[in-house]
């Protein structure tokens, strides 16, 4: 896979002129996932997905491993960025990468608390006719392998789904001995609520180590799977955008 910061100018120039329709951003952060997960599980994730295609005709920008992720503030190691502030930094290398011609991209995020921030700058970079970047989280194309895998959908934090996936693509940062740990302090789901009323805006309302499911029914065969699944769906992703032409995406005129 082409990476873009192993590229020269003569190079990088050569590719979007000939080759090159569709640039992938990974998003993620550093954030606490336990007592067993690194902090930069989310980073890492979509990092090791986003070059895990191969295609001659889209290029991997550097990762933007830090995100939107104040609610973790309890927890040491976490860093953050407020919602506007990310919103407006991958907004703004997503059009200098457009500004060399690749205004297409996938934004290829591991983290779900960057989700409403990359919806709003993808809308203004489209709404300027500048590119047309379709934010994508690495689980949002499962299929029902989640719930084949562990038997649930959709992902927690730092369960089963994130502790495999962390395994898989770099076994060596998982603590599997602080596991149970993290286990054992973890909520079932996400959030708290009082008589209907959503009252856990941080995870240490709920969560005592940090996690959410259950960590210790991740391995690395299941991430394996996971890797495959979202690496095959992110090359179906930007294989229909390349062939879009980008007047094709641009907003309807008014009617």
């Given at each position: 896979m082409r990476l873009l910061h192993e590229e020269t100018t003569t190079s990088a120039g050569e590719a979007f002129d000939d080759e090159v329709e569709v640039a992938i951003l990974p998003t993620g952060s550093v954030e606490q996932h336990g007592p067993a997960l690194p902090l930069g599980t989310d980073f890492l994730a979509a990092e090791a997905v986003a070059r895990g295609i191969d295609r001659d005709d889209a290029?991997?920008?550097p990762t933007v491993p830090v995100g939107v992720s104040a609610h973790?503030?309890?927890f040491d190691g976490t860093l953050w960025a407020e919602p506007e502030t990310f919103e407006d930094y991958v907004g703004e290398i997503c059009a200098s990468i457009a500004s060399h011609g690749v205004d297409k991209l996938?934004?290829?995020?591991?983290h779900g608390g960057n989700e409403d921030a990359l919806r709003r700058a993808a809308r203004r970079l489209r709404g300027d006719r500048i590119a047309f970047a379709a934010p994508w989280n690495w689980w949002s194309s499962?299929?029902?392998?989640?719930?084949e895998l562990f038997d649930r959908s959709g992902i927690g934090h730092a369960d089963a789904m994130e502790t495999s996936m962390v395994a898989h693509v770099a076994g060596e940062l998982v603590r599997e001995a602080e596991l149970a740990e993290a286990e054992a302090g973890a909520a079932d789901s996400w959030g708290k609520s009082v008589?209907?009323?959503g009252v856990g805006f941080d995870t240490a309302d709920f969560s005592e180590s940090g996690a959410v499911g259950r960590p210790t029914e991740g391995t690395a065969e299941k991430g394996e799977r996971l890797y495959a699944q979202a690496t095959d769906e992110l090359d179906a992703?930007?294989?229909?955008?390349?062939?879009?032409?980008f007047d094709a995406l641009m907003p309807e005129p008014h009617r």
């Open positions: 290029v991997v920008l973790h503030r309890q996938v934004i290829c995020n591991g499962l299929d029902g392998l989640d719930e008589h209907g009323a992703l930007v294989g229909w955008l390349a062939a879009q032409p």
